[in-house]
């Protein structure tokens, strides 16, 4: 019985966690890794991990962490219902790797990683959390989050939790077709949705930070 | 004098409990107590909703639980009722992240501050209804006039008995 599936795809290496326990599948992962003809194969790889419905705890995202860095490895995203994701607030510092970076090297390390394209809706309770750029081709739900070291797109809705620029980078931005999340976070700036109905804005929006505070003007005006 | 723990709950879905308990604090926020409401359907939370503070929401009840977090940052000051406030569940996780327990400490620290808490209790009768009843002074019951939500109560009743909470008048 196989406890995790590998899969090639343009943005990395995505490992999908199954439904045994812990132990037996960083066991495998350790042999499946360490095997000679996987070596080359997996070596340098951008690692994106699919939790699933199951539970990690930050110490076990560590672990994992650990065993990729052996090989050469790292893991730039988590996906999955959130309530997989433990320590939720911890996991902002375990991506990217723990070290402590100057503001600049870690705006680099975002713009470096390759984007997340993600082609589907993300509901109410799912988390999508990566050390790059995220691109979604859908809409973003209410009661969902989107968490970037990087620029955040929507090519649909945005209703929403999203925080671009996690790891401090003010540069960041979030643009989408229909721009109204709960909560829009750039670096440590944060701002709300007006109490009041917002009227429907066109063409598409893009929100960043200026003068302190986020600001949201139409796609291309500046 | 310490404030009194309430929990709003019903065994059947979709009879009013969210309903309810935000009225309910409203109501008693209005003649001067000081009144949190506390949403314990973690993972399919509501109550932000209906009382129209979704977007202030920064931390949770998982996150104050698990110490990411201190009360008075998760707490949310109602937009019109400065006596009501607001400590929403988290929506990314779920009810196996709190315990019995961990919400009678929590309520213990809220009675200090506040006259009245409100649970606004899961629906079932599961750990989410379980560690929302622990802390109670007292239980209310919601029941719609269908035969499946006043059997459900009946359910209800018996198992609040169980845990020696004040039977409901």
Same mark, same amino acid.
């Given at each position: ?51 699933? %419905?199951?539970?990690?705890? /930050? ?16 893991? /730039? ?44 809706? $993300? ?29 955040? $797109? ?6 929403? /939790?999203?925080?671009? %620029? ?8 979030? %643009? ?32 960043? /930070? ?13 | 004098?310490?404030? &009194?723990?309430? +929990? ?12 309810? +308990? ?6 008693? =926020? ?28 920064? @931390?949770? #009840? ?23 406030? #607001? ?17 009678? =400490?929590?309520?213990?620290? #809220?009675?200090?501050? @506040? ?28 029941? +719609? ?23 409901? &008048?």
């Amino acid at each position: 019985m196989s406890f995790v599936s590998f899969k090639g795809t343009r943005e990395g290496l995505s490992i999908t966690l199954g439904d045994g326990g812990w132990r037996e599948m960083m066991s495998e992962l350790t042999n499946q890794l360490g095997r000679p003809s996987a070596q080359s194969f997996f070596r340098g790889a951008r690692v994106l991990l699919e939790t699933g %419905g199951r539970a990690v705890a /930050v110490t076990q995202i560590e672990e994992l962490i650990a065993l990729l860095a052996q090989h050469d490895m790292t893991l /730039v995203s988590v996906m999955g219902e959130a309530h997989a994701q433990a320590n939720f607030n911890q996991l902002r510092a375990t991506i990217p790797p723990p070290e402590l970076l100057a503001e600049e090297t870690r705006a680099a390390q975002a713009r470096e990683t390759e984007p997340l394209v993600i082609r589907r809706t $993300i509901r109410s309770g799912q988390v999508v959390r990566h050390a790059g750029m995220v691109i979604v081709l859908g809409d973003v739900n209410p009661g969902a989050e989107v968490i970037a070291n990087g620029d955040v $797109i929507v090519w649909g809705k945005l209703r929403g /939790v999203v925080h671009a %620029g996690a790891a401090g980078d003010l540069r960041a931005t979030v %643009g989408a077709l229909i721009l109204m999340p709960t909560q829009l976070r750039i670096g440590d700036h944060i701002a709300r949705a007006p109490d009041e109905k917002r009227v429907l804005r066109w063409p598409a929006e893009i929100a960043r /930070v200026r003068d302190g505070q986020i600001i949201v003007e139409p796609w291309g005006t500046s | 004098m310490p404030g &009194q723990v309430l +929990t709003i709950t019903s065994g059947k879905g979709g009879v009013g409990k969210t309903t309810t +308990t935000a009225n309910l604090g409203v109501a008693l =926020a209005r003649r001067g107590k000081r009144v949190v409401c506390l949403d314990a359907d973690i993972g399919l939370r509501n109550l932000d909703v209906v009382m129209g503070l979704e977007n202030r929401i920064v @931390f949770d #009840l998982v996150d104050v639980i698990e110490g990411h977090a201190k009360l008075r940052q998760a707490l949310i000051k109602d937009k019109r009722l400065p006596e009501l406030h #607001l400590l929403p569940a988290a929506q990314k996780r779920d009810k196996t992240a709190v315990t019995s327990e961990q919400m009678i =400490a929590l309520c213990n620290d #809220l009675k200090k501050e @506040f006259d009245f808490i409100l649970i606004d209790s899961p629906a079932g009768i599961e750990s989410g209804f379980k560690y929302s009843i622990a802390p109670a002074d007292r239980v209310i019951v919601v029941v +719609t006039p269908e035969v499946s939500s006043v059997r459900d109560a009946d359910r209800v009743i018996g198992l609040v008995e169980s845990q020696e909470k004040p039977s409901p &008048q």
